[in-house]
């Protein structure tokens, strides 16, 4: 069985993330001196919503992307969505920096820009590789 490599690669960049996403709310909770939830702190509530979202969108699109990867899906394709994921994570991670991008705050509208490019990249890509693994398991 062949190593899925894009898969192995996408999930190091989106753990590497996922880390740094993490160290950002526990020091923040330090500070604030913060141990459970978020108490009326909108700065630590948009560093969790982010840390969390990363979480519940990158389990499943790994999980299907190593899938497509394992039955012989084109490399090229794969590279492309994996690629269009981490973007998509990392645009939604920038944007999550502000309370602009976080809860619509006055501010620049690039955070704003970052959310959308974000959630839509996340979706656009997922909604790909779904459909990119129906059909190519019902080509094979």
Known sequence: MPVPVISATVAAVILALQLILMI???LHRVKSQTNIGVGDDPDLERKIRRHGNLAENAAIFLVVLA????????PVILCWVGMAFVVARASHAIAFSSLTGSHGESGSKLFVLARVIGAFGTFASGLFLAGYLIYFLNMA
């Not at 899938?67 to 084109?74: D, F, K, N, Q, R």
Request: net charge negative; aromatic share 0%.
């Open 24 to 26: 950002t709310v526990g």
């Open 67 to 74: 899938l497509a990867e394992l039955v012989g899906g084109s």
